[in-house]
Structure formats: C-alpha cells, structure tokens
C-alpha cells in the first residue's frame, strides 16, 4: 500500500434533489463521463500521489468504488471507498476516519464541483504545507450583495469588497482537521468554517471558475458546453476494422451478406462461411472494444454450428449496445473474383443494413490474378464500422 502524505476526501453521497434526475448526483454524467469520474480524475493529475477517499451513497458503494477505480487507472490503488451520512459533514468525518497513517494534510472536495483542474488542488496543498493553516479557494464576488429580512425586505448592503465566495478543495492540517470534527456538536456549511469555529486559522487563496458547483440543471447545462467547447465532445467516435478470409468448398451452397446466391461455389467453414457478415461483426465488435467474433462465438457453442450471418449480426448489433453504443455505418469490401456483386449490391445493403440497424454500403474489387484471391481459391472480406457513445 502507498503511503501518501496528502489525502483528498471527496464527497459525493448526495442525493442531488436540486438537480432532480432521480439519481444521486455523483453519478450523473456530463460529456459522457460521472461527476465522480471527473473529480477524481482532477486528483490523480495532482503533481503528488495522493490518498483518494470517495464518500458515496451507502446503497451505491460498489458502483462507486467501480467508477473511481475505473478513473483512477494505475493509480487505482490509493482509492478508497466509504458509505456518506446524511448530512454532508457527516459524510467528511465518515472520509476523513478512512485517511491512511502516513496521512499529514487533508483536502476536502465536492464531487459536484466536477470540473475543478487539478492545479487548483496543487495549490492548496502547497499553501496548507507552507502555512499551516486551514486553506479555502475563493472567487470575488461580481454581484452587489443584499442582506434580507424576514419579509423579503432589504435590510442591509454589505460591502462587496469583503465577501469572496468560497470553493473546494478546502485543505487543511491533518491532526487539527479531525480534531475539529471531533469536537464540533453543530452543523457548519463547509470545512473551513468548522475549522475555524475550532480556532483554527484560516487563509485564502484564489480560486478557479471551473471549480463551480453543479447544483441545479442550468449548472449541468453550462458544465456540459464548457466540456464541448473545450472539444470535449459529448458524442464519442470510435472506429473498428474486421477482415474474414474462406476458401472455396464447391460441395457447400454459398452465402454471402446474408443471402443465398445459386450457382456459385459455396465457402468451407464452421458457420456457413458468410465472409462480409463476419467481416461487418469483427469490424463492430473491434470499434466497441469487445474482442472478436472468434472469442464471442466460439466454433465450440452449437448455436452457432452452420449459422447464417444475420445470426452473428444479431447477436452482435445485441453486444455493442450492451455496451453503450450506436452503430453510426459499416462499409464493406469483398475481394474476389465471384460472384459478382454488381448486380446484387443494393439488395446487399438492404438487407444488412436492416441487420445492423444503421447504413451499410457494400463494394467489390478483384486482385489482378494476383494470390489465393487472383486463382479463384478463397476470398476476403473486409470492413470498418464506426460507432458512437454518449450524446
Ligand atoms: N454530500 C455528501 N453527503 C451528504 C450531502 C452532500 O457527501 N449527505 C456531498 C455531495 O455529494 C456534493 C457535496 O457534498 O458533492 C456538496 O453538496 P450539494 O451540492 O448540496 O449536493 P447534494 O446534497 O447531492 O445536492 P442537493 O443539496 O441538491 O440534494
Ligand atoms: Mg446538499
């Protein structure tokens, strides 16, 4: 185990009932990826390795513990999990007894400030180790600020050169951090006002805009054209690429994209040989990162013994949404020198592109005489799919 000298706890065991999407807000994704994802992401671009506790929902710890270590990547191993209360300092204190040992200071994060850069977090650290003091980012304040009364009437005006707004990270020493929380009876509004109701200084630093709080949907709304613009796309492309070779078997009836084709030589092979849908399945399951027709429907498993291909297409137009994907188009290429599919190739298209749900064109091209495809013993067919996620 690591034995990091800093620590981020950051919280997300909230319900998000501003945001009011019915799932805790941690989990809700902008661009494509979870607030929890991105925040600590932010941590692991930290110059230092650092302790990551994530405070999640009781009922959703596996889901979280998977996201974190999933945005953690190698660094998965400095991610702890923990169960949040049901108040947000109930959540900190539920983080801050989870810092490992070696823990000297401590930052505290909101995972609904999901686009706070990892700078801000450097620097924080850097001023709780060269001040010793509890260390809040702040942004000045751009609007006059009211005081109000009971009945909405305005009471005061205070003087916007003293206010800042204050942010996360927040850091702190660790020893006076959690002897703050063990001593504090009231609920405070964030860590550096417990922090100093202790005792205990407090100084500021600048803050950043990116770290704002996604707190109600015009909040989601702005984080996720900030993301875009910043060409982040909320939309993923992924392209895949897949090539089936069969030899010739004049004994077998051939089928090709799907459909039968009378008096032409058929192709050997475990399902009925049917090269361009095999091709159109790798070239899918390739740009989804789900391997190969070979290892998803081995020659072992008998329901694929003497299939046709809209079989395999189905079964793998099934996987690829599984995963989070929409086919955008496939194209597809045979080489050889029969049949000729000049005739045939818009009912070709047709009937793929009604098995893989999105446009599938379909080409031909001969090899010149040249290989196993020029001497008539086999052809090829190749493909590449493009898919996409998010949006
Ligand atoms: N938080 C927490 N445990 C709680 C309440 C809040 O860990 N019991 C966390 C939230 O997950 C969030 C941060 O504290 O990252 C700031 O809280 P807030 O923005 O208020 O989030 P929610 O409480 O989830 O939202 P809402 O108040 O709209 O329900
Ligand atoms: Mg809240």
Known sequence: ?????????????????????????????????????????????????????????????AQAEALARDAAGRASGFVTVVAGGPSRQGSVAAGL??????????????AARALTPSALFDEVADAVRASGNGVVPVLPVSDTIKRLGREGQVVGTPDRSE??????PQGFPREPLV??????????????????????????????????????????????????????AAIALRTGVG?????????SPLWLGGLYWPDEE??????DGDALCHAVCDALLSAAGLGDIGGRFGTSDDRFAGAHGDVFIGETVRLVAGAGF???????????????LAGRRFELEQNLSGLVGAPVSVSATTTDGLGFAGRGEGLTAIATALIRSGG
């Open 1 to 61: 185990m690591h034995e990091s000298r800093t620590a981020v706890v950051i919280v997300a065991a909230g319900s998000g009932s501003r945001l009011g999407l019915g799932e805790p807000k941690a989990f809700v994704r902008v661009a494509g990826r979870s607030l929890l994802e991105r925040a600590v992401a932010s941590v692991i671009g930290m110059r230092e390795a650092t302790q990551i506790v994530v405070v999640a929902p009781a009922d959703r710890r």
């Open 97 to 110: 007894a989870a810092v490992g040992a070696s823990v000297e200071i401590v930052l505290v994060h909101d």
């Open 163 to 168: 206010l800042a707004a204050a942010q996360t």
């Open 179 to 232: 002897a703050a929380y063990a001593a504090t009876d009231v609920e405070h509004t964030d860590d550096a006002a417990l922090f100093a109701a202790a005792g205990q200084a407090v100084t500021a630093v600048a803050g950043d805009a990116l770290a704002f709080k996604i707190t109600t949907p015009w909040d989601l709304a702005r984080a996720e054209s900030l993301l875009q613009s910043n060409g982040e």
């Open 243 to 251: 090539v089936d070779v069969h030899a010739f078997d004049a004994e």
């Open 266 to 271: 058929g192709l050997k092979g475990h399902s």
């Open 326 to 340: 929409e086919v955008v188009n496939v194209a597809v290429q045979l080489i050889a020198n029969r049949p000729r």
